[in-house]
C-alpha cells in the first residue's frame, strides 16, 4: 500500500506541474486577448463605418458602429476566443486544487500509515485491525491543533 501511495502523490504532484503549465499558459493567452481587444475593436468599428447602416441607409457613425461593434466577425470572434481562454484557465485552475489535494491526501495517507506502522502491529482477534487513514489523519490534526492552542494559552499564561 505505501508503494501505491507514494506512486500516486508522485503522478497527483506531476498532474499539477502541468496543470500549472497549461493555467499560466492560458493567462499568458488572456492577457494577450485582453491587450490586443481593444485594437481588434477598432479595427471593426472602421470597418462598419465603411459600411451603410441598414436602419439609416447611410455609412454607420462612430457610435453607431460601437453599438454593433459585436456583430462584427473579427471582433466576435476575437471575444469568443478570449472567453474561451478565460474558460480553459479556469478549468486548470480547477484541475491544480484537485491535484493538489490529491497529492495531499496521499501524503496524509502515507504518513498516517507508517505512524500506524511505528505505534505497533494493530491486531485483533488475530487479524490486522482495519484503520481508517483519514479517521486516523483527522485525529492527528486535531491532537496537533490541541497542542498548539495548549502552548498557546500556556505562553499567554506565562506572560501574564
Known sequence: MTT???QQATQAIEDYSRAADQYTRHA???A??????TAV???AIQRLMAEVNPLTGNPHSASSAEKVVELDPAYSKHLQLQRET???KNLWSSRMVAYQLTAQLRITQLAVSRSVVQMGD???EGKA???DPIQVALQVLRSHDMNEEAET???KEAGR
Open 86 to 88: 478565460v474558460a480553459s
Open 153 to 155: 494559552l500556556q505562553r
Open 32 to 37: 494577450l486577448f485582453e491587450e490586443q481587444r
Open 28 to 30: 499568458d493567452l488572456e
Open 129 to 131: 485491525a482495519e484503520v
Open 122 to 124: 494493530l491486531r485483533l
Open 4 to 6: 501505491q501511495l507514494v
Open 41 to 43: 475593436k477598432q479595427g
